[in-house]
């Protein structure tokens, strides 16, 4: 997966914050509901816009900026 076209930083989205293309969905959202415990199927639900392919990616993106 192309990280560059998954996640986008534009200032006139959320200031800048990086979000999942096409969404409004930040990475930092994202990746606190993983760690306070939430499933897959919690933050899908929660967000509607997000699909399941750019959770996973999301999840990459975290795990191999580390």
Do not use: W, Y
């Not at 998954?6 to 200031?15: A, N, T």
């Not at 933050?43 to 795990?63: M, N």
Request: aromatic fraction near 4%; proline fraction near 5%.
């Amino acid at each position: 997966m192309n990280f560059d076209e998954l996640i986008v930083s534009d200032p006139k989205i959320c200031g800048g914050t990086p979000v999942v293309r096409g969404t409004r969905v930040t990475l930092r959202t994202i990746l606190a509901s993983l760690a306070e415990g939430d499933t897959e199927e919690q933050i899908l639900k929660s967000f509607p816009t997000l699909s399941a392919e750019q959770l996973h990616g999301v999840v990459a993106s975290a795990v191999t900026s580390t």
